[in-house]
């Protein structure tokens, strides 16, 4: 297709069409959530509602069904407290009491204090947004170019999976992997730090498939998660210790010559250097630091070094530690080493997101005009918010929930609460974060906007139709920050005239076509037409086994187990920051780690009271010798503390967690829980060794019964 019957294209999925098709139509769409699986759905509208969203079924991930979750995306949509105008705060920080104001009152509340805090110091605003829609359109494609126009400060979207994304560069040069569907034909699967079941469940269907078929697999996780229970074999590691792990298994490779040397020798760089350090590491030291036994290490390598194809499945539950980034590139190693890339079911993803041609010029960093404003981390908008000499004086939210998904609650609690402090939130419902709004905005739902999407758990991109109208007075981010850019640079005139670029002006449609390079290879053939035809379509990547002849995407296309521009070239082992053997755990001597359950999506289904029926009250799973030493029963309610705060959870006294290492499940809304805090109030702002991430499970806490 030509450029500008992409552009048609898209603009014709822009629209909302239903009202041409009287009677019950079926609408396509994406699911929006951050998660791997990147759904295709198709939603049911009758009469201008929506009454059934379900799976597509000719979408090969998605295969006609969708999780207990999103089939409730009607009810989470129609749910009586979505926001339903703009309002202003009439109460004290915090308390959530708000009065309806009009959108006209709203931009000019907002326009004015911007400009005024502008005029001072463009680098006191900053955005703050993260995967609540992981759409081009509704996500940075207009709110990025709102904020380089100004100059605000830039935000660093570290809360997830920039360590895993740091690793993946500096070892792979991308953000690319084998394609995860592929699993299907593997022999021998390793689930490393990832709980499909709960977290990837479409995938999980591709991973029983191959067990019918005999594969064998493994769970490499702290407890025994849903995924966990389901494997023939589960190695409970501590928290924290996959680095030595990883080379462990390198170790036995290599003492019983089960490398494949050619593989080395042709496609990769500096194995011997990493090979050296693993021979430091026996499966009898290595079992220490994880604290398992060396029997199971030794068998777990002599099956990794044994079968074929062999399918390690990353998730990003293994980068939220001190070493989270030498995780990733510890166990990405495994494959070259073995030479399982040379299958097409072998090898190891963490992300496919690199797959896509997708333009990080969407969201217009040249509108910066050369300046290059400060970045402030994301996973520590705690200390942010309190310190620093260049005090932040405006916050604009969207797509995230920080005060109940960040870590440090109190902390960043604290900065919210700051009366000189002018904050911005548009939000389907009046979260956490929505309490200290000064001005809460009514966002639309992906029912109601178009969109656009590639995925980090497939190689698809996907469109989103709008299937009904805006609810109430709603309206999408995208035309959100459209509009403030027209009232800003009203006020601003031409003391800021990137806000007057035609960038700020740009449809819907324009966004989305700016999102991807059109003309890549991975768009050849029928890639695009397919898309706009079923509005989902497989990229032409990924296929067969892309790096069993290398062509990884760093500089010499081999597979890069050091890197000497690092203070530590090699992947290290080292302890937590809260190291379950230091003087801290003399105090806390668990260890915490807080994953989501099944039917949350971070914060983001908080407030659905069908799915918080399913997924109970906020509980504790604890081993039963570290219950019993604490006179812990199930069913007690308990705090899960430490200096930093305390979470009152219900007590599940079960072997599924390990000795020494206790589970919350997150991310509940703080006031949805029956003390009023979450477990975001125990974990602490230290960063992970690259891509400074947070380290949510990273953490040390005592459980006590509540007397
Ligand atoms: N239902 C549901 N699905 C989701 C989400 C959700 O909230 N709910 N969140 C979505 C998002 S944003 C993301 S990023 C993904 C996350 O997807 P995953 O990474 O799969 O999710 P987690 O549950 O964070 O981590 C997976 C497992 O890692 C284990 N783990 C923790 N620490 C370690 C460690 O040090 N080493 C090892 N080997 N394992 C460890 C945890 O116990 C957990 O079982 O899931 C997405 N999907
Ligand atoms: N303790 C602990 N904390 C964690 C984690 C953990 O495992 N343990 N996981 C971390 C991870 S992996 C992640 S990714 C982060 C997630 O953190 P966030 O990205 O903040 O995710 P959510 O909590 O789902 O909040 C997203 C918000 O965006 C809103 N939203 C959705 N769509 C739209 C839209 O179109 N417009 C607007 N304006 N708003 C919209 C939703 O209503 C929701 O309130 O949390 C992190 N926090
Ligand atoms: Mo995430």
Known sequence: MTAQEIRDALDSWSRLNTANHPGISEVQAACPHDCPDTCAMRVHVEGGRVVAVKGDPTHSLTAGTLCTKVSRYAERTYHPDRLKTPMKRVGKKGEGKFAAISWDEAYDAISERLAEIWRRDPQAILPYSYAGTMGQVQGEGMAGRFFHALGASLLDRTICSSAGGEGLRLSMGA????????????????????????????????????????AILWAIDPYRSDSAERCHHHLALRPGTDVALAYAIAHVLQRDGLLDQDYIDKYTKDAERFLSVAAEWSPARAAVWCDVTEAQIEALAMAYGSTRPAAIRLNYGIQRHASGGDAVRAVMALPALAGHWRDASGGAVLSTSGWAPRCSGVSRPD????????????????????????????????NSNPVAVAPDSSAVRRGFAREDLFTVVLEHFQTDTADYADILLPATTQL???????????????????????????????????????????????????LSDPALAASDAEIAYDAFEWMHPAFADEVVPQLFAQGHTRLNAAQGA????????????????????????????????ED?????????????ISPPPRHLLNSSFGNVASLSALNGPPSVLIHPHDAAARGIVSGQAVRVFN????????????????????VVFSVFWHKGTSGGDSCNVVTGQALTDHGGGATFYDCLVDVEVVT
């Open 580 to 592: 379950w053997r230091s003087s801290r755990a003399t105090r806390y001597p668990l260890q915490v």
């Open 175 to 214: 953000s690319i992997g084998m394609d995860s569907e592929a699993i299907e034909g593997a022999k021998l699967i390793l689930l490393w730090g990832t709980n499909p079941v709960t977290s990837h469940v479409h995938l999980w269907a591709k991973i029983q498939k191959a067990k019918r078929a005999g």
């Open 367 to 398: 509108l910066l005009g050369g300046c290059t404003p400060r970045m402030i981390n994301m996973s520590t908008i705690g200390d942010a918010l309190n310190t620093g000499d260049k005090p932040l004086q405006a916050l604009l939210v969207y």
């Open 448 to 498: 109601e906007h178009f969109d656009i999407h590639s995925a980090y758990g497939h190689v698809h991109v996907l469109l989103n139709r709008p299937a009904i109208a805006p609810l109430a007075q709603a309206r999408s981010n995208s035309r959100i920050f459209r509009e403030l850019a027209q009232r800003m640079a009203i006020r601003l005139g031409n003391s800021c005239p990137a």
């Open 546 to 577: 892309p790096f069993a002849e290398g062509g990884f995407r760093t500089d010499d296309a081999r597979f890069h187990f050091a890197d000497d521009a690092l203070n530590e070239s090699l992947p290290k082992v080292r302890p937590n920051h």
């Open 643 to 662: 200096d930093r705060g305390s979470h009152q959870v219900q007590a599940e006294v079960s072997d599924r967690a390990r000795l020494g290492v206790v």
